[in-house]
């Protein structure tokens, strides 16, 4: 079973920055791409940005030049550094992983998604 446990969400003011972690852990063989998605209240949720394994990203036109994703495969985490928040950056933050375990010696692919961390821009 693999999970994602995500953190860094807070209160942080127009202008402001934040880094949300998402780490994973439990019987993973490897992970592909890891994304963050967004939720605002009474809106679907979005994509924000994803990264390969081989670390090629994607962005949302709304957070390109202010956010930025990384990952560290050796530890199984993704990150987001939010830079220059907006008020309409507010929103539940998820974190998603596209991973591959090992099953009684069969490949098992599964997207997994995190618990959610509130990131709210507010002055």
């Known amino acids: 079973q693999v999970q994602l446990v995500e953190s860094g969400g807070g209160l942080v003011q127009p202008g402001g920055s934040l880094r949300l972690t998402c780490a994973a852990s439990?019987?993973?063989?490897?992970?592909?791409?890891m994304g963050w998605y967004r939720q605002a209240p009474g809106k679907e949720r979005e994509l924000v940005a994803r990264?390969?394994?081989?670390?090629?990203?994607n962005y949302v036109d709304s957070v390109k030049g202010r956010f930025t994703i990384s990952r560290d495969n050796a530890k199984n985490t993704v990150y987001l550094q939010m830079n220059s928040l907006k008020p309409e950056d507010t929103a539940v933050y998820y974190c998603n992983a596209d991973t591959v375990s090992v099953v009684h010696g069969t490949y098992k692919y599964l997207a997994v998604w995190g618990q959610g961390t509130l990131v709210t821009v507010s002055s």
């Open positions: 439990g019987s993973i063989f490897s992970i592909n791409a």
């Open positions: 990264i390969t394994s081989g670390g090629s990203t």
